[in-house]
């Protein structure tokens, strides 16, 4: 390749891949079928994935947002096949992921009240098929970690809250999906306080086993803090030096290195200590976490900044990358 052509690369910028935050060449594949309407390829890895919760609770999350809009046609595949852990799950899931774009914007639910009702309608309807999955597979986590979500966007006590995290966290105890949806439940914009959201990701990442990427929980947080306290979302403007210090000790806890290879949220973890670094003005880390995202971004935590894929691109386009 000659300069010119080298100057054009970097003029396009990263090649992006939206929406799979993964390194997993079955589930690329199976998203792909399911958006041609093929759903066998999506069952295939669903039922692979079972008694590995950190690789299914991926599948199942990518392959709910890619037949969102289109869940009955899991339902026609139930129809022959009631017993299917797999299926019951993955529908559960859909309608989960399906009801979250209906949540109406908090500032104007009260002239949305009928939004809200079918917000909460759609809720609803994806709890049976969790429970259904819970009870066939009674050692998943992942069926427990969507309750979870429903939990949250139902808005239910904390004390139905806490129950969900217990039934997920004692199946799984380092699921990293789970230990995200606590932190979720713990932050100040869902009803927690910044302390104990902050307590949780550090003890997380403090007791996370080899290879995991819960310490990414400790940015997580601290996103969460700026995004609840709706401080101007500025480059340079977004951590303190003391948050800025608890991210890179965090970021020291985490080495990739694993037996069995990459966590499957690793994409993930780089995209967001690769985030945290870079608006910290950090840019030789920031550099050499979103280096081994390979294009892909993560909703999280580039949504906090606006559209994840504008800023991912920007933040690659400002390094070099």
């Not at 969507?146 to 217990?166: E, H, S």
């Not at 997920?168 to 999906?177: G, I």
């Not at 949220?265 to 976490?289: C, K």
């Amino acid at each position: 390749m000659g300069v010119i052509e080298v100057d054009r690369a970097r003029a396009r910028g990263p090649r992006v891949i939206p929406d799979r935050p993964w390194a997993d060449t079955m589930l690329d594949g199976a998203v792909e079928a399911v958006s041609r309407g093929d759903l066998r390829p999506a069952a295939a890895v669903l039922a692979d994935s079972r008694g590995d919760p950190e690789t299914r609770s991926v599948r199942v999350e990518a392959l709910s947002r890619a037949v969102m809009g289109a869940s009955r046609s899991i339902e026609a595949l139930l129809a022959h096949d009631q017993g299917n852990p797999d299926l019951w799950l993955w529908l559960g899931r859909a309608r989960l992921e399906e009801a979250w774009e209906l949540r109406p914007d908090v500032r104007a639910r009260a002239v949305q009240a009928d939004r809200l009702h079918a917000y909460r309608s759609a809720m609803e309807r994806a709890r049976q098929p969790l429970l259904t999955a819970a009870g066939l597979a009674q050692s998943d986590p992942v069926p427990w970690e969507c309750l979870m979500w429903l939990a949250i966007g139902l808005d239910r006590p904390r004390a139905d809250k806490d129950a969900v995290w217990y039934e997920c966290s004692r199946r799984w105890p380092t699921l990293y999906s789970g230990a995200l949806a606590r932190l979720i439940t713990l932050s100040p914009g869902w009803g927690g306080t910044a302390q104990e959201m902050l307590g949780f990701a550090r003890s997380a990442a403090a007791h996370a086993p080899e290879g995991s990427p819960l310490p990414a929980l400790v940015p997580l947080a601290h996103f969460e803090i700026v995004a609840a306290g709706r401080t101007p979302m500025s480059r340079g403007g977004w951590f303190s030096f003391d948050a800025q210090r608890d991210i890179v000790s965090a970021a020291a806890h985490w080495a990739e290195r694993r037996i069995g290879g990459a966590h499957p949220r690793s994409v993930e973890a780089h995209n967001v200590f690769g985030a945290a670094f870079y608006l910290s003005d950090l840019r030789r880390p920031a550099r050499g976490h979103l280096a081994r995202t390979g294009g892909r971004f993560s909703r999280l935590p580039w949504s906090h900044l606006g559209d994840p894929a504008q800023q991912y691109r920007r933040a690659c386009a400002r390094l070099n990358l």
